[in-house]
């Protein structure tokens, strides 16, 4: 099969970093997050990946997601919790889609299960701290009082209760434990108040690997699934996780250059001997960050840096003085993954985490889904 750049999604490894945290969650059911097109990795074969390897229930940003799932056929509990007041909370509710809610949307959201004719199923957000979406401890009450009262008119029915955690990458801090007690908090608060609740739900994908108390009824594996470590201290294979993508192409144009030749817009890169420049079709149009400099590759088995700016759809790599020119066009190049560097190496080149570098990989690059072995299509 004939190709220019790709990104190779294992599956094999999404189904094992799956299992993996499902044997450490347990009896905590497992939530794969497959936002944001899955991290980049494709939401609709992750979905399915993850299913079949024991998660039970999908997590979305934004409704949109989630209900290209379901017009894809895609039947399991699925949350979406990032809204505005254009959010299609009506067609959500008629297929079945949970609603996180954190305060404005919930009259919306009412309103809309009555024109559905049918009750909205609502996860309530407090803020624990993260000072993003979510109620504030102080309009607790109010919100569940609020939300008591349409769950009685049966607009509604409240099957969970969630939140976030800041800094649960970062083990050792307090702020985590206060969270968690602003968050059992809240929970006993609902509980009280007479709500029935399916799902507690705080963990990420740090607070799994590193808090067991914060498990509770579900975990939200999002990063982990993707086989990436949240972890400054700790890699991939520390957390016997599996990268999923392997992001490759193969050189465009290779030449050999005299000492002093500037490289790419700008000229911030000069050649300090002569030397021999490949060509690497994948830039800020695909996804590689133009913040990145000296960007690991591996071409031909070795590793090489790129040098001068990331343009929209190349970059250079200086491959020094000694490497043999013939058969260079079209070898592959691994920007990260199997064979290569890790996208890690790639964000800290950019200043940036691995969740960004595998999350902008563009639609322009095509994504090729294997099983088990790199370059082998899967099914």
């Given at each position: ?67 290209a799932a379901r017009d ?153 699934m993707y086989g990436l470590?949240?972890?400054?201290d700790q890699t991939s ?143």
């Open positions: 099969m004939s190709w220019e750049r790709r990104a190779e999604i294992d599956l094999s490894a999404i189904r094992h970093n799956v299992r993996r945290v499902a044997e450490l969650a347990a009896p905590a059911q497992v939530m794969a997050v497959v936002k944001a097109d899955a991290y980049g990795h494709g939401a609709l074969p992750v979905a399915r990946a993850a299913l079949e390897a024991g998660a039970t229930w999908l997590g979305f940003a934004h409704v949109s997601e989630a209900l894809a056929g895609f039947t399991a509990p699925a949350l979406a919790w990032l809204h505005t007041p254009d959010t299609a909370f009506s067609e959500a509710i008629s297929r079945n889609i949970d609603l996180g809610v954190s305060g404005w949307e919930l009259d919306r959201v009412a309103a809309a299960a009555e024109s559905a004719a049918r009750p909205a199923r609502v996860h309530l957000k407090i803020d624990t701290g993260l000072g993003r979406n979510g109620c504030t401890p102080e309009n607790w009450e109010a919100l569940l009082g609020a939300a008591a009262a349409y769950q009685e008119d049966g607009l509604l029915r409240v099957v969970g209760v969630f939140s976030h955690l800041s800094v649960a990458d970062e083990p050792d801090r307090v702020e985590t434990d206060q969270q968690l007690d602003a968050f059992r908090t809240a929970v006993a608060l609902a509980e009280n108040a007479g709500f029935d609740l399916e799902v507690r739900h705080t963990a990420n994908t740090p607070a799994i690997l590193s808090r067991p108390d914060t498990h509770f009824d579900m975990v939200r594996l999002g990063l982990g470590s949240p972890f400054r294979e520390d957390l016997s996780l599996r990268p999923a993508m392997r992001l490759v192409a193969r050189v465009a144009n290779a030449k050999t250059v005299p000492a002093g030749q500037g490289v790419s817009y700008g000229l911030t890169y000069r050649t300090g001997h002569p030397t021999l420049l490949a060509l690497v079709p994948l830039g800020y149009g695909d996804g590689v960050p133009r913040s990145a400099t000296s960007g690991p590759v591996h071409i031909r088995g070795r590793l090489f840096r790129s040098c001068g700016r990331v343009a929209m759809d190349q970059f250079v790599v200086d491959m020094g003085p000694d490497e043999d020119i013939a058969g260079l066009v079209g070898a592959e190049v691994v920007l990260f993954g199997d064979g290569g560097p890790s996208a890690d190496e790639w964000a800290e080149s950019a200043g940036t985490i691995n969740y960004e570098i595998v999350t902008r990989v563009s639609p322009r690059v095509p994504r090729v889904y294997v099983e088990g072995s790199w370059g082998e299509t899967g099914e």
